[in-house]
């Protein structure tokens, strides 16, 4: 059964704090791995991870996949109260470079407290 | 910057009636999705769309449910006849070739 699991589940930082969020996966026929931050309600897209030990970065975050061990982080520095958000990490499976579905973790959820 | 929209934001009906959520992809998108969740769970995967026909589809994705691309912009979900269980924020998602998936603002559906 495919399986993501993320931790920890919730977080709580002061403002200025570094968090690394991670996301574990046992899935059969691994595409990418793609990272959202979801607020109020839709999942807004972060990064998608195809190839191991690449960092994308965006402003203060920051993500890197490890298809070996089978595992992905997300890195905030100096987080800020706009930071706080559920997290969610979702891998993408399917055999062929199409219309593949995404299988999402429970999330991450992080508060920033000014 | 372009986005996913739909249509309605919420939708409250009663058990057993017919609801169709509508969404707009993104205009040079080839790939479509919707996904689903309850309240306090994880997202889950619906159906995806392709080529206008289904090409994958869950254990959720049951005869109650259907799939259309009437037109060459809406892309619409339609459940036939509504249970409780069905009441979930439903997000269509779409992406093009090498992109990630881009999600809509999701539609509250409430059966009552």
């Known amino acids: 059964e495919d399986k993501v699991v993320q931790s920890p589940l919730s977080l709580v930082v002061h403002e200025g704090d570094t968090v690394t969020l991670n996301c574990s996966y046992e899935?059969?026929?691994?595409?990418?791995l793609l990272w959202y931050k979801q607020e109020k309600k839709a999942p807004t897209f972060l990064f998608m991870l195809t190839s191991s030990g690449i960092e994308k970065k965006s402003g203060r975050l920051s993500s890197i996949l490890d298809k070996k061990e089978l595992f992905s982080i997300l890195n905030i520095t100096a987080t800020q109260t706009g930071d706080s958000a559920i997290y969610l990490c979702a891998v993408e499976v399917g055999w062929w470079t199409g219309a593949n579905n995404l299988f999402f973790g429970t999330g991450t959820r992080l508060t920033v407290i000014p | 910057e372009p986005e996913v929209t739909q249509t309605p934001s919420h939708q409250v009906t009663q058990m057993g009636q017919e609801v169709i959520l509508r969404c707009v992809p993104i205009s040079n998108h080839l790939y479509f999705y919707w996904y689903r969740q309850i309240l306090g769970q994880k997202v889950e995967f619906l159906v995806s769309f392709y080529n206008n026909e289904i090409s994958e589809k869950s254990e959720i994705f049951d005869d109650q449910f259907s799939v259309e691309r009437p037109d060459g912009s809406n892309f619409t979900l339609k459940i036939r006849s509504t249970k409780l269980e069905d009441s979930a924020m439903y997000f269509c998602?779409?992406?093009?070739?090498?992109?990630?998936?881009?999600f809509g603002p999701g539609t509250r559906l409430t059966v009552t």
């Open positions: 899935v059969t026929n691994f595409r990418s």
């Open positions: 998602a779409s992406r093009d070739l090498a992109g990630g998936q881009y």
